[in-house]
């Protein structure tokens, strides 16, 4: 094999003819018409989407089909598998439309013979990435992006796009000019990936990104994806894009095609690599180069994922439109203008699409520019009908704003959610198991008039999965219709319910057996999508984490029970543990502005969470942890308790009517604070975050400190935003599950940990612990969004908006992550503290410090 740069095209460049030959060929001027297409897609076994396709297999079913393809397209295998067919240049939108679907046609059908299909996704949905083809050049690539993460390895094996090729347009920089068009694409990039984003899923789960293809591209050597800076002469700015970029690999006899780290192109050029450069070298290089928009003489658009079915067919008409129709592109630019006001318009496309006001509208107003264009492009009645299909989906899409999730597309997909889904039901049916293996008599005791008995509580988690998953979405006749009336929680108080004819124990496993057997065989036999229950899974999303959100009240009557201990605790991690220490702020700025709080897209968010919304923080200071153990003891032992000031008149009344001296569960013994915990006596730690504070007793702490509790927007934002890109993540860490590394969360801990753990889970500002260990009071009511909508019914969030109600955000140890995210919003009414709670304080940056 001859391999560029060795045996031929020898001409050694120097640095200024290897930039006169970069910008003598990038743009190819003259009028435009001409459009190209490629079309990545991923190869799965019909039968088993996850089983590796080996290439082999591939190429043997490919064999007949190179070279005889009757639209004239050209077939490759990528790095992991995935087939590109790439179009013959066609001199206009229908030609090369016909051209595809002529191949796609003989390609479908020659792959399904052999029991293959293509992924409808922009991501391989299921599969881990995985390099299958061997060759120098994609093995130097593996290495060199491994380097970084894996994020390289997975763009090379997992990701599928549609790129979009067009002519480069006239020269000059009026209207039609290459310099109009190159600028005007980089404004219209981030458009098309939130119109297009087709890839909400990896390894199996939802990601939490609308595009996981393009967020996987944005996370890969930025060197040579970033975009090249449209502003200036293109041909000079792609130029120094290109020489600037790092050296991936070096053509060379000996197999080894590794560049020295930190290697780019005009280091080479200027004497600091292996051997002098060759134009056959930097040509090779230039192939290596992948931003945005990249200029081949032509404009090569690579930021769209690949598409279900003949989706593609739209994609491609709608961007050819919005770029070569002059009408159309007038409204485009137009349109596209207000997107520059996002902080990272990319970012904010690939994680939210047109969840996103900004994009969704200009979105929307392309499309619409051109649906009216395509009569003057001449394309036929089938890919007007199909534009019309796509952009009346999307128009219903934002109007379901707020409609929960993105919903899976196509089987690998809906397969991987399904499997995730009855993970999630076993794991909270273990629990809740876990939590009920004590005596019969300690299941049927109330162990306070604040909690129900155990057993009420085992068979309430079967009646609500009966109503939503059987009944609801399963459709079928009621089990036990006789007691639904006996686990309405809002028929029957705490106190009231021992005095219930409830099933016993034994009866109500079997209760709960049944229903999820029936719910799990719903779940094999339903889409999930159709219908706003069944979009992304959410009734059983909802049911997966009531049920967690009942473990957690189990937890709560098992710690109020007396007795010996039932409940025995697995050790934290070391490892993740840590203290206040010297290296810790007492507090972190957070700057004024606003940020996104709330959302839109996460899949299984309940109502109240929704929707996103903007709202602006002035600047404030908050606590880097929360407070501890030692520093509230403090404020009992300054008499706080017995300080009418540092109360508000209903916290003091309320104080006076109970005689709260201390949190819950605490007692003075041998001039040491001493608490029982599950059972268990023992010194009260003082590292850890206090909890079984109401929220008087914490606002009178915050009074005392010379501080405040936060409001629920400033807990949100010290969370959730991120300064560097101005974008509210999904966790304090980033958009990735809770794992142990991250929070304190699952209730195995059956405790907190101590302040400052954690560091994984810091938020960017550096706060630590929002997620686990103790809910937080924050000093706001719990009021509704604006644009909220109650759903699935009225009595999960709005029978209880009002002042009665404070909101606790973050989680405790005792939360499951199903039930835990950094939008979730729990609340209670402020004299509660048999819950797992505590607080950090605040305050306003224009005071002083502490």
């Known amino acids: 094999m001859i391999h560029p740069g060795l045996e031929h095209d020898l001409e050694v460049l120097s640095e200024a003819e290897a930039e006169e030959h970069v910008t003598a060929g990038c743009f190819r001027t003259g009028p435009a018409g001409a459009v190209g297409l490629e079309l990545e897609r ?42 590109e067919l790439s179009s013959a240049c066609a001199p206009d939108l229908p030609s090369v439309i016909g051209a595809v679907r002529a191949d796609l046609a003989a390609i479908d059908g020659r792959f399904a013979d052999a029991g293959l299909r293509f992924g409808p996704l922009g991501m391989d949905p299921v599969r881990a990435p995985a390099r299958t083809l061997e060759h120098p050049r994609y093995a130097t690539m593996e290495r060199h992006f491994d380097r970084d993460g894996v994020a390289g390895r997975t763009m090379m094996c997992s990701t599928a796009s549609l790129q979009v090729c067009l002519d480069a347009g006239l020269p000059g920089t009026g209207t039609g000019s290459a310099v109009q068009r190159w600028q005007r694409l980089h404004r219209l990039a981030p458009v098309l990936v939130a119109l ?44 120094d894009y290109a020489l600037d970029a790092s050296v991936l690999c070096i053509p060379s006899h000996d197999g080894s095609w590794d560049a020295p780290r930190g290697l780019t192109m005009r280091g080479w050029l200027r004497g600091q690599g292996p051997r002098p450069v060759t134009r056959a070298d930097l040509d090779y290089h230039l192939s290596t180069l992948f931003p945005f928009v990249r200029p081949r003489g032509f404009l090569e658009i690579r930021v769209i994922d690949a598409q279900a079915g003949a989706d593609w067919e739209a994609v491609a008409a709608i961007t050819t439109a919005v770029v070569d129709d002059e009408q159309a592109a007038d409204a ?26 900004a994009l969704a509208r200009a979105g929307l107003l392309c499309a619409e520019a051109a649906l009216g264009a395509l009569g003057r492009l001449g394309v036929d009645a089938r890919t007007r009908f199909l534009v019309e299909r796509f952009l009346e989906r999307h128009t219903a899409r934002e109007r379901r704003m707020n409609h929960p999730g993105f919903p899976p597309h196509g089987p690998e997909a809906a397969g991987a959610l399904k499997e995730r889904i009855a993970c999630g039901l076993e794991r909270s049916r273990r629990r809740v198991h876990a939590l009920t293996t004590c005596d019969e008599e300690e299941l049927l005791a109330q162990h306070s008039p604040l909690m129900s008995p155990l057993v009420w509580d085992l068979a309430h988690v079967g009646s609500q999965e009966e109503l939503w998953l059987v009944r609801d979405v399963g459709g079928l006749d009621p089990l036990r219709p006789e007691i639904d009336s006996l686990y309405d929680a809002f028929e029957h108080s705490r106190s009231a319910r021992p005095s219930l004819p409830l099933l016993d124990p034994a009866d109500s496993r079997a209760y709960i057996g049944e229903v999820r057997a029936k719910a799990l065989d719903i779940l094999d036999r339903v889409p999930l999508e159709g219908s706003p229950l069944l979009e992304a899974g959410f009734a059983f999303g ?118 709260l001296g201390a949190p819950g569960f605490w ?54 935003w991120d300064p560097g890109t101005g ?52 000093s706001s009511d719990f009021l509704p969004y604006p644009g909220f909508r109650a759903f699935p019914y009225r009595e999960y969030s709005e029978v209880f908006f009002g002042s009665e109600q404070k909101v606790l955000r973050g989680g405790s140890w005792a939360t499951d992550a199903a039930a835990c995210r950094a939008t979730f919003r729990n609340w209670d009414y402020p004299i509660r503290r048999q819950i797992f709670t505590g607080f950090r304080t605040a305050r306003d940056a224009a005071a002083e410090g502490r």
């Open 42 to 83: 991923t190869i799965h076994d019909a039968g088993n989407c996850a089983r590796p396709v080996p290439v082999p297999e591939v190429r043997a079913v490919a064999a007949g089909l190179e070279g005889h393809l009757p639209g004239a397209g050209a077939i490759t295998l990528e790095p992991g598998g995935q087939l």
């Open 196 to 239: 297009f984003a087709n890839s909400p899923f990896r390894n199996g789960t939802p990601s939490g990104w609308a595009s996981t293809r393009q967020s996987v591209w944005l996370a890969t050597d930025p060197s040579r994806t970033a975009p090249v800076p449209p502003s200036g002469d293109p041909a000079q700015a792609w130029a």
């Open 332 to 357: 485009a630019a137009e349109a596209c203008g207000p997107v520059g006001v996002l902080i990272d318009p990319m970012r904010a496309a690939a994680r939210n699409a047109m969840a996103e006001p």
């Open 542 to 659: 909802m049911i997966i984490q009531h049920e967690q959100q009942h473990a957690e009240t189990m937890l709560a009557t098992h710690q109020l029970r007396a007795g010996e201990p039932v409940l025995h605790a697995q050790p934290l991690d070391p490892a993740v543990l840590g203290t206040r220490g010297a290296n810790l702020p007492r507090e972190v700025h957070v700057p004024a502005g606003p940020f996104t709080m709330g959302s839109s897209v996460e899949p299984w968010a309940l109502d109240n969470e929704r929707p996103a919304h903007e709202v602006h923080v002035p600047g404030y200071w908050i606590d880097t942890v929360p407070v501890s153990n030692a520093e509230f003891a403090g404020f009992v032992a300054d008499g706080g308790y017995d300080r009418k000031e540092l109360w508000s008149p209903v916290g003091w009344a309320h104080r006076q009517r109970t005689g």
């Open 667 to 720: 007692r003075r013994e041998g001039g040491q604070w001493w608490r029982r915990r599950f059972g268990v006596e023992e010194a009260v730690p003082d590292d850890e975050p206090v909890q079984h504070v109401s929220y008087w007793e914490a606002e009178a702490y915050a009074r005392w400190a010379g501080r405040r509790l936060p409001t629920e927007a400033e807990w949100e934002k010290a969370a959730r």
């Open 727 to 778: 974008r509210s993540r999904r966790f304090p860490w980033g958009d990735e599950e809770p794992t142990a590394r991250h929070a304190n969360l699952g209730g195995t801990a059956m405790r907190p940990a101590p302040v400052g753990s954690y560091p994984d889970g810091a938020s960017p500002l550096g706060v630590r612990q929002l997620i686990g260990d103790v809910w937080e009071w924050t």
